[in-house]
């Protein structure tokens, strides 16, 4: 059975760092392009960053570049997202999507093929 499980989310002051973790497993998700999301009550789930296959691509937000950053250890079957320099309005649960695709640059909720349950990220200000 495939799944799509995040950690390394908690509690941080502004100013400070995490960095999510996103573990695969149950098939090859090593040949699929991995994203990061995020969702708070107010807002729907916005895009956080996306990285290929072979992690040569990357597409960040507007909102969290130059902060955040996407890699991927596919020995370990584990996809990263840096997060620095947090702020307040980072307060989210992130989740974690794949898309059956090596990369793609739709990144719109509809089009992701697996999902995490996602890892709360609180910023105190």
Same mark, same amino acid.
């Given at each position: 059975q495939?799944?799509?499980?995040?950690?390394?989310g908690?509690?941080? /002051?502004?100013?400070?760092?995490?960095?999510?973790s996103?573990?695969?497993?149950?098939?090859?998700?090593?040949?699929?392009?991995m994203? =990061?999301?995020? /969702?708070?009550p107010?807002?729907?789930?916005?895009?956080?960053?996306?990285?290929? =296959?072979?992690?040569?691509?990357?597409?960040?937000?507007?909102s969290?570049?130059?902060?955040?950053?996407?890699?991927?250890d596919d020995?370990?079957?584990?996809?990263?997202?840096?997060?620095?320099s947090?702020?307040?309005?980072?307060?989210?649960?992130?989740?974690?999507?794949?898309?059956?695709?090596?990369?793609s640059?739709? =990144?719109?909720?509809?089009?992701?093929?697996?999902?995490?349950?996602?890892?709360?990220?609180?910023v105190?200000a």
């Open positions: 495939e799944e799509v499980v995040e950690s390394g908690g509690l941080v /002051q502004a100013g400070g760092s995490l960095r999510l996103c573990v695969t497993s149950g098939r090859t998700f090593s040949s699929c392009a994203g =990061w999301f995020r /969702q708070t107010e807002k729907d789930r916005e895009f956080v960053g996306a990285i290929s =296959w072979s992690g040569g691509d990357t597409l960040i937000a507007d969290v570049k130059g902060r955040f950053t996407m890699s991927r020995e370990k079957n584990t996809v990263y997202l840096q997060m620095n947090l702020k307040p309005e980072d307060t989210a649960v992130y989740y974690c999507a794949a898309q059956l695709v090596p990369w640059i739709n =990144w719109d909720r509809g089009a992701m093929d697996y999902w995490g349950k996602g890892t709360l990220v609180a105190s």
